[in-house]
């Protein structure tokens, strides 16, 4: 039997990516513009908790930092 992972889990990764993604900004080091990476990562994983718990604040919010995310990809690495 496959053991899923943990919804609460999903959500504290998807928090701990968050942080590590504008910890990386504040820093101001040369790897910064791979926050836009990891924030999209976070992002992407707090709009499917948004749909799984059905809060369409949180997939509205976090649909518009995936926006500015791919934005920031889109300069900084295109």
Same mark, same amino acid.
């Given at each position: ?13 998807? *928090?701990?990516?968050?942080?590590? $993604? ?6 101001? #080091? ?5 926050? &836009?990476? +990891?924030?999209?990562?976070?992002? *992407?994983?707090?709009?499917?908790? $948004? ?6 604040? #949180? ?5 518009? &930092?995936? +926006? ?11």
């Amino acid at each position: 039997m496959k053991k899923h992972l943990n919804f609460d889990t999903l959500k504290w990764i998807a *928090s701990i990516i968050g942080f590590i $993604g504008a910890m990386t900004i504040a820093l101001n #080091i040369p790897y910064s513009k791979y926050a &836009f990476i +990891i924030f999209s990562v976070s992002s *992407s994983l707090w709009i499917y908790s $948004g749909f799984r718990i059905k809060e369409n604040s #949180i997939v509205f919010l976090h649909s518009g &930092f995936l +926006i500015v995310d791919i934005v920031g990809i889109y300069k900084w690495f295109l």
